[in-house]
């Protein structure tokens, strides 16, 4: 990892901590390279959220008059999540 060495190198004397962050010995040690041999690891992907962020906030937000919002945008998730339910139980 030529990047993080030269990273520490570069502001090892601004941290108080010299930079010693387990953090940063476990992403370039350890999480990169396993990443870089297996794929995304479990818990580590940002996908799941963001779909979720989009569909339970962007677009409620977007369905409402901005006043009020947020009363107007759990209305609106709880409605969905009613018509979900519904469609499932007709499925079964």
């Known amino acids: 990892m ?19 962050l387990p953090k940063l010995h476990n992403w370039c040690y350890h999480i990169i390279p396993t990443i870089k041999e297996y794929g995304a690891i479990n818990g580590f992907t940002t996908e799941t959220y963001e779909s979720l962020h989009k569909d339970s906030v962007k677009k409620p937000y977007r369905a409402s008059n901005k006043r009020g919002a947020t009363d107007q945008m759990i209305k609106t998730v709880n409605i969905f999540i009613l018509y979900i339910s519904h469609i499932i139980t007709l499925i079964k």
Request: hydrophobic content about 40%; overall charge positive; some cysteine.
């Open 2 to 20: 030529k990047w993080a060495t030269l990273f520490v190198k570069l502001f090892k004397k601004y941290s108080p901590s010299e930079l010693c």
